[in-house]
Each structure stands twice: as C-alpha cells, then as structure tokens.
C-alpha cells in the first residue's frame, strides 16, 4: 500500500529545483535533506535523534520526559509489537497520574465538609480501574450486538448514560458518600467519554484492534486533553509509518514540531512579559469588569485586549498541540497536526479546521456527519447548516459542559446550565459564521488577487474571531447582556 | 460503465483538489482525507455527489470517511451499495 503524503509533505519543496530555491526557515526541513533520512534510519541515527528528541522535549515534559521518549522510541522501533507498547505505556502513565482531570470526589468530598475523611486519589483510582473494566464490556457488547438498539447508535447512549449520571448526582438523593461516589463516576465518564466514544465507532471497523487495544489509547502516553488526539485505534492504524524510511521521515517532521513548539513557547513568554507586565494590557476579563462597574476603559484599549487574548490563545493552543503531536510522531504515527497556520486561514470554516483539528474532528465525527446524512436531505443548504449548527454549537456546548462539569458541583445544576449562556452564545454565533462560510461558494485565490484574494479575507476571519472573543467566556458568573454591554462599547455605543 | 463511473470519481475529485488549493497529482489510491489533503467541507460535497450521482445511501449502512477516502474507496462503496445482501 502507497504511502499517503501528509499535507506538510505535500507542501513541502522537493527536488532538484526547489533544493536551489529553498526558502529560509527558522526550522530547517529535515525531513526533505536524503541524508538527514537516510542518517535517521541507522541505529546511530536513531540513537541521536531520540537523544534530540529528549532534549527538546525535557522542558514541555521534566522528569517524565524519559519515559514518554522510552516508550515512543520502543513504540517505533518494535512495530511487530507497537500496539501493546502503547497500551503497556499508556495504562503504565496511567497508573502514575491518574488524576490528569480534575479530581470530583476531592470537591464534593469538600463541599459536603468531609474532606478529611474520604481518599479521593484512591477512589478516583479505583473509579478509573471500574470505569476501565466496564469500557471494555461496552466494546465487546457493540462489536457483538452492534445492530441492536441501543448499541447500533452507541454515541447516542452514552450521552443519555452521561446526562442521566449527571441529573442523578445534582439531584441530592443520596447520603454523603454515595453522592461523592456518584461525582466519581460522572468526573470518570466525562473525562473519557471522547475516546470511549471512539473506540465504540471503530467497533463496526471491518479491521479492529483487540477491545484491550481499544482502552489502550484512552488518553494516550504522548498525552491529550478530553479530546482524543489521534481519535481511535481506527485512525491510528491508517496513520502509522509502515517502514523505515516512512518513519524516519514522520520522526524528522516530529522532531521539527517539537523545535517550533519551543520557538512558539519562547514567543508567548516574550508576548506574555509585553503585553501584560510592560504594556499593562488588561485582559478581556478585567475589560468586561470594568465595564459592568461603570467605569468601563477606552474602547481602543478593549479592542487591543481581545487581539492579545485571541493571539495568547493561538499560540497556547500551538504550544500544547504540537508537542503532543510530535511525540505520537516519535512513536511512529504520521498524525496531522493540531494547528497549521491558523492565521493564514481565507474563511472562518478553513480557521475552524486549522486551528483545533482534532477538537474540530470530534465534532465532526459524531454531530456533524451523523446529521448530515440523516436530516434535510432534500434541503440541501439547510441541511448543510442544520449539521454545522449541531456540530458547531450543540457538540460544543456539549463538549464544553462536560469538561467545566464541576460548575454543576460548585454552583448546582440550575446556575450552571443558566452561567452556561454567554458561552452558548458564543457557540451559536461560531455555527452561524461556520456555516455562512461554508455555504458561500468558493472562489479561485489566484483569480481574486492578492488583496482581495487573501489579505482582506485573512484580515476577515480575524476580526470575527476577535469579537468572538468577548463572549469566549469560562467564568460563568457574568451574564450574557454584560457581555453585550462590552460588544457595544467596542464600537462606541452605551446601552 | 464501470470506468464511466470512475471517470466521473477522479473528475470530481480533480475538481475538489483544485477549489481546495491542491495542485499534487493523485492516483486511484491515493488517501484524500485520512491524508488531511481534503477536509470536512469537501467530504460534504462527495457525500452529496456519491447521493446525487449514484443513489447511494449513507443512512442506512452510516458514514465514515475513510468509505471516501480514495477513489478505489468510492469505487467499492459504489459496488457494495450495488449488491444490497452483502455484509456491510
């Protein structure tokens, strides 16, 4: 089976004539010198380019960095037995930290004035080990009955499974130790509920991992958040380095990521330190603050805070993603990365899709495409938005919600989903830019010219997602017409 | 009739690589979208030809985009769409 090119491949110059008229880069592109491959396949080769990796990766990582490297070389260099080095080094990290979500049982243990008395790592430990038994029934069960309701639409009930965990542990039903118990179980099942729903979807693959397998990506070694860098065994399969040459290339390119990734750290540190320690800009926070004070700060002075906010949480964004990108790449697969070139981006779908790939392909996965071939077929503009809509906004919120559940702890279930507005908003507003750009036709870059055809259209999706940023709001404690009130004063209108 | 219909595939998917800034050549192989070459947005236009051009029915076998991820793909989505009994 041919190698597939990755779009970096794609675009990167190869031959004779690009050799000539290569452009200056600030990480030169290793992965297109034939000596710097052919080097990399040799042991010496892998021996100094693991040892590169280590050093680069020592100051995203500290002292995991040489057991996330271990595994991955291992990962690589051992394909016969790459997928139980995985799940070996995954459930191995695992059982290290445990807690990489945040620890429910600590919170409702001290809401409920007892958190002295309960162990909430043990029992968070011992929910994952139950949560972890039970995922793997749950694959076993869809791979044998997945034509029977409700396992031939596993995604479906597991968000009712979630939804009605949730309800159960906001009602208040139960004593003190089972309520935390119950907290236990929804903080588990959210923080997983992503990766299990992947490995239910890649339960009907024609080709499929062992159900251990499947559980051995949960989270994997070279790390996540909630969404599943990588997504499945099903995607991972397609993705790995079938030989030594395919691999050392996918490790060069991994290796220069991981370099930009810190290029990219040492450019926030410098525009973290200007922009709020020489500068004084004041966050969009302290802008909104201040703006529901009565004493709101100079409209240009907002405008600038939300340019910085909409840049810091680019390049944070690049930073994670990267690094974690490049180390699935040390370990032999050819993942694409999470942001490419984001701010190169002519419509706010093509942002979408550049700036949080894997987020944005969770959405797609499992609310846009699902809806699309069901709903509006004969409509096919409305069926274009309505599926964009429910990705965009409703697998958003929904996404959003389960990751800050611990709101429904701190505030109950009623404040929460009504602090939830402004980002419900947000959400909304997100779909509707989405789907507009999708729906308009596309047009030729070269025929449009250069202002036209991408300056303006760049300088666009920009300003949508700066404004966006005022209602790009986690506090949950400011009110949706607030937000409005800051929206308005950006462009010199009091309410 | 059966390379009518592989000539309409690789046209539509010249036509995609184009709108979408692709100028790489592609074979019957190829991987379109598992390879990030086409996105989301594009994978909307060939459900929406694959329904148009050739009946096909995405609701009732569900959809993935690997079933389109290469003009071979599309070729055998085309045939197992054509021989309902066989196993999805």
Same mark, same amino acid.
């Given at each position: 089976?041919?190698?597939?090119?990755?779009?970096?491949?794609?675009?990167?110059?190869?031959?004779?004539?690009?050799? %000539?008229h290569?452009?200056?880069?600030?990480?030169? $592109?290793l992965?297109?010198?034939?000596?710097?491959?052919?080097?990399?396949?040799?042991?010496?080769?892998?021996v100094?380019?693991?040892?590169?990796?280590?050093?680069? +990766?020592?100051?995203?990582?500290?002292?995991?960095?040489?057991? %996330?490297?271990?595994?991955?070389?291992?990962?690589?260099? +051992?394909?016969?037995?790459?997928?139980?080095?995985?799940?070996?080094?995954?459930?191995?990290?695992?059982?290290?930290?445990?807690?990489?979500?945040?620890?429910?049982?600590?919170?409702?243990?001290?809401?409920?004035?007892?958190?002295?008395?309960?162990d909430?790592?043990?029992?968070?430990?011992?929910?994952?080990?139950?949560?972890?038994?039970?995922?793997?029934?749950?694959? /076993?069960?869809?791979?044998?009955?997945?034509?029977? $309701?409700?396992?031939n639409?596993?995604?479906?009930?597991l968000?009712v499974?979630?939804?009605?965990s949730?309800?159960?542990?906001?009602?208040?039903?139960?004593?003190?130790?089972?309520? =935390?118990?119950i907290?236990?179980?929804?903080? *588990?099942?959210?923080?997983?509920?992503?990766?299990?729903?992947?490995a239910?979807?890649?339960?009907?693959?024609?080709?499929?991992?062992?159900a251990v397998?499947?559980?051995?990506?949960?989270? $994997?070694?070279?790390?996540?958040?909630?969404?599943?860098?990588?997504?499945?065994?099903?995607?991972?399969?397609?993705?790995e380095?079938?030989d030594?040459?395919? +691999?050392? =290339?996918?490790?060069?390119?991994?290796?220069?990521?991981?370099?930009w990734?810190?290029?990219?750290?040492?450019?926030?540190?410098?525009?973290?330190?200007? *922009?709020?320690?020489?500068l004084?800009?004041?966050?969009?926070?302290?802008?909104l603050?201040?703006? =529901?004070?009565?004493?709101?700060?100079p409209?240009?002075?907002?405008?600038?805070?939300?340019?910085?906010?909409?840049?810091d949480g680019?390049? *944070?964004?690049?930073?994670?993603?990267?690094?974690?990108?490049?180390?699935?790449?040390?370990?032999?697969?050819?993942?694409?990365r999470?942001?490419?070139?984001?701010?190169?981006?002519?419509? =706010?779908?093509?942002?979408?899709?550049?700036?949080?790939?894997?987020?944005?392909?969770?959405l797609?996965?499992?609310?846009?495409?699902?809806?699309?071939?069901? /709903?509006f077929?004969?409509?096919?503009?409305?069926?274009?938005?309505?599926? *964009?809509?429910?990705?965009? /906004?409703?697998?958003?919120?929904?996404?959003?919600?389960?990751?800050?559940?611990?709101?429904?702890?701190?505030?109950?279930?009623?404040?929460?989903?009504?602090?939830?507005?402004?980002?419900?908003?947000?959400?909304?507003?997100?779909?509707?830019?989405?789907?507009?750009?999708?729906?308009?036709?596309?047009?030729?870059?070269?025929?449009?010219?250069?202002?036209?055809?991408?300056v303006?259209?760049?300088?666009?999706?920009?300003?949508?997602?700066?404004?966006?940023?005022?209602?790009?709001?986690?506090?949950? %404690?400011h009110?949706?017409?607030?937000?409005?009130?800051?929206?308005?004063?950006?462009?010199?209108?009091?309410? | 009739m059966?390379?009518?219909?592989?000539?309409?595939?690789?046209?539509?998917?010249?036509?995609?690589?184009?709108?979408?800034?692709?100028?790489?050549?592609?074979?019957?192989?190829?991987?379109?979208?598992?390879?990030?070459?086409?996105?989301?947005?594009?994978?909307?236009?060939?459900?929406?030809?694959l329904?148009?051009?050739?009946?096909?029915?995405?609701t009732?076998?569900?959809?993935?985009?690997?079933?389109?991820?290469?003009?071979?793909?599309?070729?055998?989505?085309?045939?197992?769409?054509?021989?309902?009994?066989?196993?999805?």
């Amino acid at each position: 089976m041919p190698m597939a090119p990755s779009p970096l491949a794609a675009r990167a110059p190869l031959g004779r004539e690009a050799a %000539t008229h290569r452009p200056w880069r600030i990480i030169p $592109p290793l992965d297109t010198y034939p000596r710097v491959v052919a080097f990399a396949e040799t042991a010496y080769g892998r021996v100094a380019l693991v040892v590169a990796f280590g050093i680069l +990766l020592f100051p995203v990582q500290g002292k995991l960095v040489v057991a %996330t490297v271990a595994a991955a070389a291992a990962s690589a260099y +051992l394909p016969a037995y790459r997928r139980w080095i995985v799940t070996a080094a995954t459930l191995l990290f695992l059982l290290h930290d445990p807690s990489w979500y945040p620890s429910l049982p600590a919170l409702a243990a001290a809401k409920a004035g007892v958190a002295g008395s309960i162990d909430a790592p043990m029992l968070q430990r011992g929910m994952l080990v139950l949560f972890l038994l039970l995922a793997l029934a749950a694959i /076993c069960g869809v791979r044998r009955y997945a034509r029977k $309701p409700p396992l031939n639409r596993p995604v479906r009930g597991l968000l009712v499974l979630y939804g009605a965990s949730l309800l159960i542990a906001a009602s208040g039903a139960f004593g003190t130790v089972p309520r =935390i118990v119950i907290w236990t179980w929804v903080g *588990t099942l959210g923080a997983y509920f992503w990766f299990l729903a992947y490995a239910l979807n890649d339960a009907a693959a024609a080709q499929r991992a062992p159900a251990v397998m499947e559980v051995g990506v949960f989270h $994997p070694f070279w790390g996540s958040s909630t969404t599943p860098i990588g997504k499945g065994w099903a995607n991972l399969r397609k993705v790995e380095a079938r030989d030594a040459h395919a +691999l050392a =290339i996918t490790q060069l390119k991994g290796l220069k990521l991981l370099a930009w990734s810190l290029v990219l750290r040492g450019v926030f540190a410098a525009f973290h330190y200007a *922009t709020r320690h020489v500068l004084m800009i004041p966050t969009v926070a302290q802008a909104l603050t201040a703006q =529901i004070a009565g004493a709101p700060l100079p409209a240009y002075l907002c405008w600038i805070s939300l340019v910085c906010a909409f840049l810091d949480g680019v390049l *944070t964004v690049c930073i994670w993603g990267h690094a974690i990108v490049a180390c699935a790449r040390l370990a032999g697969f050819r993942l694409l990365r999470n942001t490419y070139r984001p701010l190169e981006s002519r419509t =706010i779908a093509e942002f979408w899709n550049r700036y949080v790939f894997y987020f944005k392909e969770l959405l797609v996965d499992f609310f846009f495409y699902p809806t699309f071939i069901r /709903c509006f077929r004969k409509h096919q503009r409305l069926r274009l938005f309505f599926a *964009t809509f429910m990705a965009a /906004c409703v697998g958003n919120v929904i996404w959003h919600f389960m990751r800050d559940v611990s709101a429904v702890l701190e505030l109950g279930l009623t404040q929460a989903v009504i602090g939830f507005q402004t980002f419900a908003f947000y959400a909304a507003a997100l779909a509707v830019g989405i789907s507009m750009s999708q729906l308009k036709p596309r047009r030729d870059v070269a025929d449009a010219g250069w202002m036209r055809g991408k300056v303006l259209p760049v300088a666009r999706v920009l300003l949508f997602f700066c404004i966006l940023e005022v209602f790009d709001d986690e506090s949950r %404690t400011h009110t949706l017409p607030q937000h409005f009130a800051l929206l308005f004063h950006l462009f010199g209108l009091t309410v | 009739m059966t390379d009518d219909r592989r000539d309409k595939i690789r046209a539509f998917v010249r036509a995609q690589l184009k709108a979408a800034a692709s100028r790489a050549d592609f074979t019957d192989t190829d991987s379109l979208f598992v390879s990030g070459r086409l996105d989301s947005v594009s994978a909307v236009q060939f459900v929406v030809f694959l329904e148009t051009e050739f009946g096909v029915d995405f609701t009732e076998q569900g959809f993935d985009v690997t079933l389109i991820d290469s003009v071979d793909a599309m070729m055998s989505l085309l045939q197992a769409a054509a021989a309902p009994d066989a196993p999805a």
